[in-house]
């Protein structure tokens, strides 16, 4: 430790020859700083002063609790120009402030732990040369003892690497940019380093061409990636390019590469270059390429068709041939060769003409110049002479072949032999001619049956027959329609028909209407006004027919117009009269019903004052019996009768004219029912003659019961009056079913079915020739003495079996009885 | 027995025949008569406490016709009991059908003998005074001489 003491005798020899920073160290005044005088400096910090003052490496030194800054004078220029400098003897934080927030932390971790800390190129931005600098550190934080070899600073030793950061990063910028360019290149781009082609580079299209994944070439020999090469002489030609230094280039290269599982047939335009290193060594190589397979495939596909088309055009017996657009035959096909014995040399340009027959060269000369011109398709007929001499008729058409914008790229053409159809066609034309001759004598003889029928409906006076469109435009007039309507052809043709309608018809849209129904039922009748030229209306019949043509469509209508106001008018007037009858019916009806009310009441009436006069004459009869004298008792038994009589007669009168009452409803019933009712009311009387009614074949019947039983009423009490004196009364009563075709009589209806009531009796009969007088009012056939009554009841009877639109006849023998026929129609 | 018989006729013939009838009968009944409907009505209104044992009513009458006054008595509560047998001259059996249907007990058709309308009034009377007010049945309805 001699050094050392020697050292400190000579107090400030550690700071000789220690530069500039050694220099202000001596200079500076320390007696007032925490470190006091330089003379009683420590060992430990001279000791640390002194390495870092001799060292030509920055370096900076923080000593004591204040972190006293030093540093030499390799440090120094990092400080700038008119930054921190001079620091020295400065406390740490007063110097750094900006960045104590990070280098704070490093002292206090080095002093603690007395561990280095280092960063290499670490952003430390600070203030120097006036502003605030991004400066690149690379630097380490060491540990400083004193001389009890406790920690008591921190050294710190560094390089400003601000331009090696910038530099390193310029180079990154741009290989990163070359990389973009690489990749975003519209060629393939790849780059193989060393003598095994290892992929170091690939860009997307490359990797496209390849069919390969980044991560399955990069890094690796590019034909281990891609085995399929190796036995396709890509290996050779790499190995070339690398081991000569000559660039290879090719195009369309064939190459079948592994894609998608598959090996496909790629086509290339690449080139190998070699790729120097600073010595001018080779040390790797840049492919790039195109992919061209889809050309090469479609020029291939072109090529393969315009073979086929060759081989084709050879092999057909016609003649085949191209033009260019300048109409200069370029091509022609085997056949034209063995036809022509010609060459295609002397066939060429022009030279087809020589061809074609003499007669036919200007002809053919200007349509083919003509098509040239147009574009217009060439078809032509013209002979070609053959090898032998033979001219033979040929068909030629030529097209035109156009490209994507629609110019002509050339001319296809075609010839064919036609001889033999031309010597038939001019057969077959000679006997068109006649069988035309035939069609248009039979088309005349049509012709003139057309005109006929056409001049037979234009005739045709009481019929308007027209024919419509289907829109009901007139199209054809007859002389008819003229009459009837009143338009000259020339004035309606062309017009619709809906003109001859009222407006109200064609507003309500009848002619439409019309049609309609005509297309779909195929007809359509009508009855109705139609107006004529001048205004007047006519009651028309309408018969409109559609007509159709061959598939069914409607094509047209025929309408055929009848005029028939006349028949109109009288229908009218029939009508009319009708009504008017129909009108009288019902007053006449009217005036009968109140006659028969007048009748009843009146009736009803005369009874009073003939029963009073009865009622007089048998209290006169009963009280003055004993002083009437004999021929008075017998007038007044005379009196009596009479009065009697007329009230019967009055009693018949009021149930005649009550059978006029048909308010009574038809009831089915059956016959037996009436009978037994009325035998019932005469039970006394049928007693008394000791009669027998029969009545066992009766069925039902539609009828008025109560006037039925007034009709047997009568007819029983008839057979009781005219019996036999002698002989039980026997009345036998049935009733069947008859068609009315089966019965004589003019009254009877064929078609309807009759109810035939049979009423016959015993008794005395009568004359057959009063059969119909019986049935007449008052009309009696014995005298009152021998037979009473008044010869209303068979009229009554009549009437009632009027009243239910049936016949009643009579049918008699003097002393052989009477049979009534009663025949009712029977409504199914 | 005591009893009163009330008779509607306008008719003076018809009510002279009736009252010799009544006579001739020896019955011990006292006969009223009224000469229209107005008049019966208002007779039977003033007399409600000594009403007939029974009315014989014609139907022909002027001002009230015998139909209307048999529907009035009919639907009146004070005198709807008083049994009413109507002499007509009508043989109208629709007529018939309708007064039955209106509650009439008898309809007796005036009859042209004598001796015959004694037995009809006869045989009435002694109907209605038997069977008292118990209306008839339709075949009953109707009283032949």
Sequence with gaps: MKLNSAHKANNLSFLENSGQMGMLIREMDWDNSSLGPIENWPVS????????????YPMFLFWGDELICFYNDAYRPSLGKEGKHPAIGKRGKEVWPEIWDFIGPLIKEVVTTAKPVSYSDQLVPFYRNGRMEDIYWTFCYSAAFDDNGNVNGVVVTCTETTETVITKRELQESERRLRTMIAQAPVSIAIFQGKDHVTELANSLALQMWGRREDEVLGQPILEAMPEL???????????????????????????????????????????????????????????????????????????????????????PQFVWTANPEGNLNYFNQSVFEFSGLSQDQLINKGWLQMVHPGDRKNNFRAWEDSIATGKDFLLEHRFRRHDGEYRWQLSRAKPQYNDEGIIQMWVGSSTDIQEQKVFLDELEKQVQERTAELLELYESLKKSEQRYHLMVEEVQDYAILYLNPEGIVVNWNTGAEKIKGYRADEIIGKNFSNFYTEDDRKSGLPKRLLGLAAKKGKALQEGWRVRKDGTLFWASVVITAVHNEINEVIGYSKVTHDLTVKKESDDALKEKQAELELKNIELQKMNKELQSFAYISSHDLQE???????????????????????????????????????SLIDDLLAYSRTHNLEGDFERINLNLIIEQVKQDLSEELLQKNAIIQADNTCMVNIIPFQFKQLFYNLISNSLKFAKPDEPVHITIKNEYVPGNLLEGEYFQENTKYCHITFSDNGIGFEQKYSEKIFELFQRL???TEYPGTGIGLAIIKRIVENHHGVITAQGELGKGATFHIYLPVAD | MDFQILLADDD???????????????????????????????????????????????????????????????????????????????????????LYGEGA???????????????????????ILQKDVLPSTREEFVIQP
Excluded: W
Aim: charge should be neutral.
């Design chain 1, 45 to 56: 910090l001279r000791t640390t002063l002194a390495i870092i003052l001799h060292s030509s």
């Design chain 1, 230 to 316: 190796k036995s396709q002489g890509i290996k050779e030609l790499l190995d070339d390019v690398y081991n000569t230094g000559k660039t290879f280039s090719t195009s369309e290269f064939p190459v079948q590469i592994m894609r998608k599982g598959n090996l496909n047939m790629a086509y290339l335009n690449f080139s190998f270059e070699p790729l120097l290193d600073l010595s001018g060594n080779i040390e790797g190589i840049m492919a790039l390429g195109i992919e061209v397979t889809d050309q090469v495939i479609s020029r291939k596909g072109i090529e393969e068709s315009e073979k086929k088309f060759r081989l084709l055009a050879d092999s057909l």
């Design chain 1, 609 to 647: 004052p003939l029963r009073k006069i009865q009622t007089f004459a048998s209290r006169i009869i009963e009280k003055d019996h004993d002083t009437l004298s004999e021929n008075g008792k017998y007038l007044f038994k005379r009196m009596q009768l009479s009065a009697e009589r007329m009230q």
């Design chain 1, 782 to 784: 014995y005298g009152k």
């Design chain 2, 12 to 98: 003076e013939d018809d009510c002279m025949f009736f009252r010799e009838a009544l006579e001739e009968l020896s019955l011990c009944a006292t006969l009223k008569t009224v000469n229209n409907g107005v008049e019966l009505m208002n007779f039977l209104e003033n007399n409600l406490l000594n009403l007939p044992q029974m009315l014989f009513l014609d139907l022909n009458m002027p001002r009230k016709s015998g139909a209307e006054c048999l529907s009035e008595i009919k639907q009146n509560v004070k005198f709807k009991h008083l049994p009413v047998i109507i002499y007509s001259t009508s043989s109208n059996i629709d007529v018939m059908d309708q």
């Design chain 2, 105 to 127: 007990h008898y309809y007796i058709r005036k009859p042209a003998d004598f001796s015959n309308l004694k037995s009809v009034i006869r045989r009435t009377i002694d109907l």
